[in-house]
């Protein structure tokens, strides 16, 4: 089965406080670390991820971009992306295809119920974010524990004259 993740930009950025308190001195980095962590969560669950904003906050803005492997929607001027992401879960949703939407606006959870999507509140999706970043960092860590340190196995002596012929003192 193929599992699609529909993300309502602004309000996710509204819900996580990371993000929150970053929208307060600079909204297009706050978008942007949300599109950074979308794209280690589509990473990680190789969902597809697809996040939509709504242009009120970028006036004449009705587009689509790719970052990483996400989709990246603007909506257009007369669209909001609770419309938006309504459409999409109807697109999207099929026998072969799962569609879950990450909001906590109240109202569009109700509508996309009736598409057959399923919801992830913003406090779902961030315990699931912290989750996913914690496994990241551990096997990032145990990958790094387990690398030796040199590709052939030296004694120390032998790693000793290594290092003096590297410093270009042989003789020492």
Not at 24 to 41: C, F, V
Not at 63 to 86: C, G, P, Q, V, W
Not at 140 to 156: A, G, M, N, S, Y
């Amino acid at each position: 089965m193929n599992n699609v993740l529909l993300v309502d930009g602004y309000n996710i950025i509204g819900a996580w406080p990371e993000l929150s308190e970053l929208k307060s001195r600079d909204l297009g980095a706050a978008r942007d670390r949300l599109i950074e962590m979308m794209a280690e969560y589509q990473g990680y669950t190789g969902y597809r991820v697809i996040v939509v904003f709504d242009a009120y906050y970028v006036q004449g803005i009705a587009k689509k971009h790719r970052n990483y492997k996400i989709e990246i929607l603007f909506t257009s001027e007369n669209e909001t992306a609770d419309e938006r992401i309504e459409k999409l879960a109807i697109e999207l949703n099929n026998i072969k295809t799962q569609v879950y939407v990450a909001t906590s606006d109240f109202t569009e959870q109700w509508v996309i119920f009736g598409q057959g999507a399923l919801r992830k509140s913003a406090r779902e999706l961030l315990i699931e974010m912290n989750v996913i970043e914690q496994k990241i960092s551990k096997s990032v860590r145990k990958t790094q524990e387990e690398r030796p340190i040199t590709k052939i196995p030296l004694t120390d002596e032998v790693a000793e004259i290594f290092e003096k012929w590297r410093r270009g003192d042989p003789f020492e």
